[in-house]
């Protein structure tokens, strides 16, 4: 069996990036590596949103281009939850360059953002839409809601602001039950 690569293989292999120069620290290595791709902060609380306002969704649908956050089938609606840093966000104090391997960082945020692009023309041609809800937008719930209202095309009535949920202790959750 011959063991060569296709073209597919050799294509995807040309995104990747370049060898290092100087390879990261072993502390900045293992810090880089904690850094999630799914359920991060920003993401849990635009789904707590959205299961507030009785919504049904998928998380991160693979059959969809870019893999979305959370897509809303019924709305034909993709929802990308982007860090501002990661995602290059315009005008952010968040997405500031970094100071160190400025050039290494300046490419992969071009090219993630480049992606992100692809990604939404892709949907488009599908007949979806999208909507990029970055990370510093996150920290007020009525501004998720107010971007989701806006996404979701709900003629005006507002997708309902989630307060945080009154969770009960397992200690309150048994003594209630003995008491009905």
């Given amino acids: 069996m011959n063991c060569q690569r296709s073209d597919t293989a050799a294509a995807l292999s040309s995104d990747k990036e370049p060898p290092l120069a100087e390879p990261p620290s072993p502390r900045k290595s293992a810090e ?18 959205l299961h507030h306002a009785g919504f049904r969704y998928r998380l991160h649908d693979r059959r969809l281009p870019g893999t979305p956050d959370v ?21 952010c104090p ?31 041609g599908l007949g979806w839409r999208s909507l990029t809800i970055w990370g510093c937008e996150v920290r007020n719930g009525s501004v998720i809601a107010a971007r989701l209202s806006e996404g979701l095309d709900m003629q005006g009535r507002p997708v309902r602001e989630h307060s945080k949920p009154k969770w009960r202790s397992a200690h309150e ?3 209630r039950r003995s008491m009905r």
Avoid: Q, Y
Avoid at 75 to 90: E, K, N
């Fill in 32 to 49: 880089m590596a904690r850094v999630r791709t799914r359920d991060t902060a920003p993401e849990l609380a635009v789904r707590a949103v």
């Fill in 71 to 91: 897509s809303l089938p019924r709305h034909r609606l993709a929802i990308f939850v982007h860090g501002c840093f990661w995602h290059g966000h315009a005008g």
């Fill in 94 to 124: 968040r997405a500031a360059p970094a100071s160190t391997r400025a050039d290494f960082w300046a490419a992969k945020v071009g090219r993630n953002a480049e992606r992100d692009r692809a990604a939404v023309i892709a949907l488009a």
């Fill in 173 to 175: 959750s048994k003594s």
